[in-house]
T-cell receptor, first 112, second 111 residues
């Protein structure tokens, strides 16, 4: 059974629209993260949460907003989508900081 | 500035040879260095990690050599196998829930 679920697997959106990427982890971890991977930036750290509290935000744009409704959920809301947002978005989790991070399967977003 | 640099960008070795992947960093407060590998169309997975209290970490055919003074580390893959062909990412963390990743080294092992 998958331990980290990301939904949807593929997502196509039009410029200017808004989408929510879903992430749920069933590893019992306390920390969750979002990363973005594209041809321009191979693996880019975006956010980290611990016990549903924002720990670090390396995303300059406020168009990207993480949402944590439960300890094992960390969704990513993206507003006013741009073609440059096209990438694979990975959710990850770890027991605590500096411990092994487990990555989800990713959501591949294409913005037309 | 928190940067992690990797070299070479791509590397091709023959099966059985030792592949050496390099990584360097600038921030001396980094205290955790994981290496991840990623196969095509898959997500990254932790391969091996080291903390500065050690200068070497070994796990089977994979060994990290760490030079704190020079702020450099390298991943050695001995007896390389075609199944090792992947992109390898060096990462660093200061223990504040933030990870900085290098641009990756694409390794190809030819049988």
């Amino acid at each position: 059974d998958p331990k980290i679920i990301q939904k949807p697997k593929y997502l196509v959106a039009v410029t200017g629209s808004e989408k929510i990427l879903i992430c749920e982890q069933y590893l019992g971890h306390n920390a969750m993260y979002w990363y973005r991977q594209s041809a321009k930036k191979p693996l880019e750290f975006m956010f980290s949460y611990s016990y549903q509290k924002l720990m670090d935000n390396q995303t300059a744009s406020s168009r990207f907003q993480p949402q944590s409704s439960k300890k094992n959920h960390l969704d990513l809301q993206i507003t006013a989508l741009k073609p440059d947002d096209s990438a694979t978005y990975f959710c990850a989790s770890s027991q605590e900081r500096d411990y092994e991070q487990y990555f989800g399967p990713g959501t591949r977003l294409t913005v037309l | 500035q928190q940067q992690v640099r990797q070299s070479p960008q791509s590397l091709t070795v023959w099966e059985g040879e030792t592949a050496i992947l390099n990584c360097s960093y600038e921030d001396s407060t980094f205290d955790y260095f994981p290496w991840y590998w990623q196969f095509p169309r898959e997500s990254p997975a932790l391969l091996i990690a080291i903390r500065p209290v050690s200068n070497k970490k070994e796990d089977g055919r994979f060994t990290i050599f760490f030079n704190k003074r020079e702020k450099k580390l390298s991943l050695h893959i001995t007896d390389s196998q075609p199944g090792d062909s992947a992109t390898y990412f060096c990462a660093a963390s200061t223990g504040n829930y933030k990870y900085v990743f290098g641009a990756g080294t694409r390794l190809k092992v030819i049988a």
